[in-house]
């Protein structure tokens, strides 16, 4: 069995997600900076929430839940699985450009559906005209996402997980040229999501004719392994889409208050930067391992990834995690408030931080137990799990909201998560010992907890100590860097006393990678 360096492919989704994840926050910071909550930015967050939600059933979900494993087995056991890729591309194609077509049609009502709160004043006119622009992203999207499910089951991570960057390099291009020209800059924004699309799908096209596995367009064809694929990729689509939906549910219910879509998006782009960097690595290279580790019978080989890939997981999120609770307000003051958004906007946005910041370790958690179901090809269980925890989500994102308002959205979010890593964690016990830690794991775990609180509790004596050079214009970004600092050291230091981790394991993964 050709092996796919697991650590080594953690490192690189994570580099190329990273680099993502800042330029996206450079695209939000312009983005808040120039037209700032209100409006226009919540009729885009709307807007842009359409093809981005479908993307997660389509693309992600179906395909990376369906289409990787059944994709890395065929490879391992050399069952042409290049005429099983040619036969998915096709079948997917035909599907999300139906989705395409509907869309154009029905867009005022998809908007009424995830925005109702919009009927009746300009947000709604603005986001179905933003709608029809920026929707067909998704068929670009979509066809990329099965080129990278077929990089990744290859062990080739570099070119797909680089894709998005070009997203925000063009995203960011286009609000710097609109403000710098003195056109409309949403307008700059929305024309060049549709052309990101076609520059990502053209990199992961042209990678993976580079693999030696080439797919042209050609008539779908409804054969016993597509028929196969969907019945598993449709319960999978809802599993792997749960937090989109919930997302949608939550801004249907945020839409009900001015700027609260812009606040809960903000907050939702800050808590995204650890879950891309660490949650859709460790989903990307770990489901295309354990698929082919099971189908090689190698029972001890997925025990030690799935271990491994749980170690990095909480390395990241639970410092991540004591940080979104212990210090929002540094963060998104630096981040965002400049420009159009507020001291006001700053304080909204540190609470919806802090809320999504204990549902963090929820969110990474899944990513890490789901591949344990879809690698075998099981996605009838998660998504019974995810009707459920969307059921939570709903009844208290609408219960709550006449008790705490506008938050309600964000304390349903994380409540939803935790109840979902519930269920897949009781799920996987009947798997055996393949799905479950192995003793360096539960060694380690309370380890790196220990770690995180002591990083928590340097936070506390720093901010106490120099929380005030945040109040003290144009030294508040030397301030949170000497925070983060800071906290990186105090975290490394005593993970590496408490024996959490030993810093030689980065150097070597690096080197590796």
Same mark, same amino acid.
């Given at each position: 069995?050709?092996?796919?360096?697991?650590?080594?492919?953690?490192?690189?989704?994570?580099?190329?997600?990273?680099?993502?994840?800042?330029?996206?926050?450079?695209?939000?910071?312009?983005?808040?900076?120039?037209?700032?909550?209100?409006?226009?930015?919540?009729?885009?967050?709307?807007?842009?929430?359409?093809?981005?939600?479908?993307?997660?059933?389509?693309?992600?979900?179906?395909?990376?839940?369906?289409?990787?494993?059944?994709?890395?087995?065929?490879?391992?056991?050399?069952?042409?699985?290049?005429?099983?890729?040619?036969?998915?591309?096709?079948?997917?194609?035909?599907?999300?450009?139906?989705?395409?077509?509907?869309?154009?049609?029905?867009?005022?009502?998809?908007?009424?559906?995830?925005?109702?709160?919009?009927?009746?004043?300009?947000?709604?006119?603005?986001?179905?005209?933003?709608?029809?622009?920026?929707?067909?992203?998704?068929?670009?999207?979509?066809?990329?996402?099965?080129?990278?499910?077929?990089?990744?089951?290859?062990?080739?991570?570099?070119?797909?997980?680089?894709?998005?960057?070009?997203?925000?390099?063009?995203?960011?291009?286009?609000?710097?040229?609109?403000?710098?020209?003195?056109?409309?800059?949403?307008?700059?924004?929305?024309?060049?999501?549709?052309?990101?699309?076609?520059?990502?799908?053209?990199?992961?096209?042209?990678?993976?004719?580079?693999?030696?596995?080439?797919?042209?367009?050609?008539?779908?064809?409804?054969?016993?392994?597509?028929?196969?694929?969907?019945?598993?990729?449709?319960?999978?689509?809802?599993?792997?889409?749960?937090?989109?939906?919930?997302?949608?549910?939550?801004?249907?219910?945020?839409?009900?208050?001015?700027?609260?879509?812009?606040?809960?998006?903000?907050?939702?782009?800050?808590?995204?930067?650890?879950?891309?960097?660490?949650?859709?690595?460790?989903?990307?290279?770990?489901?295309?391992?354990?698929?082919?580790?099971?189908?090689?019978?190698?029972?001890?080989?997925?025990?030690?990834?799935?271990?491994?890939?749980?170690?990095?997981?909480?390395?990241?999120?639970?410092?991540?995690?004591?940080?979104?609770?212990?210090?929002?307000?540094?963060?998104?003051?630096?981040?965002?408030?400049?420009?159009?958004?507020?001291?006001?906007?700053?304080?909204?946005?540190?609470?919806?931080?802090?809320?999504?910041?204990?549902?963090?370790?929820?969110?990474?958690?899944?990513?890490?137990?789901?591949?344990?179901?879809?690698?075998?090809?099981?996605?009838?269980?998660?998504?019974?799990?995810?009707?459920?925890?969307?059921?939570?989500?709903?009844?208290?994102?609408?219960?709550?909201?006449?008790?705490?308002?506008?938050? /309600? #959205?964000? &304390?349903? $979010?994380?409540?939803? =998560?935790? !109840?979902? +890593?519930?269920?897949? @964690?009781?799920?996987?016990?009947?798997?055996?010992?393949?799905?479950?830690?192995?003793?360096?794991?539960?060694?380690? /775990? #309370?380890? &790196?907890? $220990?770690?995180?609180? =002591?990083? !928590?509790? +340097?936070?506390?004596? @720093?901010?106490?100590?120099?929380?005030?050079?945040?109040?003290?214009?144009?030294?508040?970004?030397?301030?949170?860097?000497?925070?983060?600092?800071? $906290?990186?050291?105090?975290?490394?230091?005593?993970?590496?006393?408490?024996?959490?981790?030993?810093?030689?394991?980065?150097?070597?993964?690096?080197?590796?990678?």
């Amino acid at each position: 069995m050709k092996q796919i360096r697991l650590f080594s492919g953690l490192f690189t989704v994570g580099f190329w997600t990273l680099a993502s994840r800042i330029l996206g926050f450079l695209r939000e910071i312009l983005l808040t900076a120039y037209i700032g909550p209100g409006p226009v930015m919540d009729a885009f967050v709307a807007a842009f929430r359409l093809p981005n939600m479908f993307r997660r059933f389509f693309a992600e979900g179906a395909f990376n839940a369906a289409f990787v494993p059944m994709f890395s087995k065929r490879l391992e056991g050399g069952e042409d699985a290049q005429g099983f890729a040619q036969d998915a591309f096709n079948l997917l194609a035909a599907a999300v450009l139906a989705l395409v077509g509907l869309a154009m049609v029905f867009m005022p009502g998809l908007v009424w559906l995830t925005a109702e709160g919009f009927y009746g004043d300009e947000r709604f006119d603005l986001a179905v005209d933003y709608g029809y622009v920026v929707f067909p992203y998704i068929l670009f999207m979509s066809l990329a996402a099965l080129f990278s499910g077929v990089l990744n089951a290859t062990g080739r991570f570099a070119a797909a997980a680089a894709a998005p960057v070009l997203l925000n390099i063009f995203a960011c291009t286009a609000l710097i040229v609109g403000a710098a020209t003195g056109g409309e800059v949403i307008r700059w924004l929305i024309a060049v999501i549709p052309l990101a699309g076609v520059a990502q799908l053209a990199l992961v096209w042209v990678a993976t004719e580079r693999a030696g596995i080439r797919i042209r367009f050609g008539r779908p064809k409804l054969s016993p392994e597509m028929r196969n694929m969907v019945r598993i990729a449709v319960p999978a689509a809802l599993a792997m889409g749960v937090t989109q939906v919930n997302l949608v549910v939550g801004q249907l219910v945020a839409s009900k208050t001015e700027k609260a879509i812009s606040w809960l998006f903000a907050a939702d782009r800050l808590y995204q930067l650890p879950l891309g960097v660490v949650g859709i690595a460790v989903g990307i290279v770990l489901l295309p391992d354990l698929s082919r580790r099971l189908r090689a019978g190698d029972g001890d080989g997925a025990r030690n990834a799935f271990s491994r890939a749980g170690e990095f997981t909480l390395l990241l999120t639970i410092p991540a995690t004591v940080a979104f609770v212990l210090i929002p307000v540094p963060l998104v003051s630096v981040l965002f408030e400049r420009g159009q958004f507020t001291p006001e906007d700053t304080a909204t946005t540190a609470l919806a931080v802090a809320v999504y910041g204990i549902g963090l370790p929820a969110f990474m958690l899944q990513k890490l137990l789901q591949p344990l179901f879809f690698a075998r090809e099981d996605t009838r269980a998660p998504f019974r799990y995810a009707v459920v925890a969307m059921i939570i989500n709903a009844v208290l994102a609408f219960g709550l909201y006449p008790i705490v308002g506008w938050i /309600a #959205p964000a &304390i349903a $979010a994380s409540a939803a =998560g935790w !109840g979902m +890593v519930a269920l897949l @964690a009781l799920g996987a016990r009947r798997m055996g010992d393949e799905a479950r830690f192995d003793d360096r794991f539960k060694r380690r /775990a #309370p380890r &790196i907890l $220990a770690a995180s609180i =002591g990083m !928590g509790v +340097v936070l506390i004596a @720093a901010m106490q100590l120099f929380g005030w050079t945040f109040e003290v214009p144009g030294w508040r970004y030397l301030a949170l860097l000497g925070l983060i600092v800071v $906290a990186a050291v105090s975290y490394f230091l005593l993970g590496h006393l408490l024996g959490a981790f030993r810093l030689s394991e980065f150097r070597s993964a690096l080197r590796r990678s």
